[in-house]
């Protein structure tokens, strides 16, 4: 009989051992990917004559959002017939050199995450953004695995902390700043019932402007689990998920909403990265 309790209690302890480190190699993925590869051959690409190009770049290392990515594909094609838009979708890093990116009006990291690019690729995106292109990020893009101090800075002006766990999704009101470029209002309503993973940012964006904010005092923020017990806080009663910036003579765009499939079938959604990107488009 004690034998058998020692089995039992050695066969939970092991249990435990390996579920604590599952999760720990899970929360160390989420934070700071694990690249297996930089691909840097230059893909071969057709740029139609007399339709702007935009690069959808859906590379992740890190936690994989499959539904929304899936999900966002058809919608980008559909967006491009409506707009007249060329859209080359990738996981390839090697796309990111000089040559090619100048060649594309836009680049939408697409839940992009983790370490996607190389060192020189980081650079070539950096120089082609302040020298005139568009970077537009979405949902996984803004969390805190890129490592990448000008991608921090330009894109996002703020550092991510983290999402809300319990419940995990959760409806809300979304609203939009009034008084902002008319081309990334467009069509939008002054509000509208979002469900999403809300992102919490240690601190408000800086030298940004707010596209679209939610009420944080609706939502449960909680993003404590386990051993990390420091995540219980908001971003307070003014909570902001989209914004925009010039970024040297270019501009970048990000919004926090997307983690599911579901957002690529509203309108209002669909309609804010259309928006985006006509705006990536205003020179």
Known sequence: MKKAIKIILWSLLALILVLGGAMGFFIYKISYGFPVSYETDAPKIDFPEGRPAILLFSKTTGFRHSESIDASKPVFQELAKRNNWFVYETEDGGVFNPDQLRRFHAVVFNNSTGRVLNDEQENALAAYVEEGGSLIGIHGAGDNSHHWAWYEENLLGTRFSHHSLDPHLQKTQV????????????????????????????????????????????????????WIKNKNFGMGKYHPIAWYRTAGKGKTFYTSMGHTAEAWAEPEFTGMVENAVNWTLKR
């Not at 609203?175 to 919490?200: K, M, N, Q």
């Open 175 to 226: 609203f939009i700043e009034p008084g902002r470029d008319s081309v990334l209002t467009r069509g939008l309503p002054a509000s509208w019932v979002h469900e999403d993973e809300w992102y919490v940012f240690l601190t408000q964006p800086k030298g940004v402007h707010i596209l679209s904010y939610i009420d944080g005092t609706r939502i449960i923020p909680n993003g404590n689990m386990l």
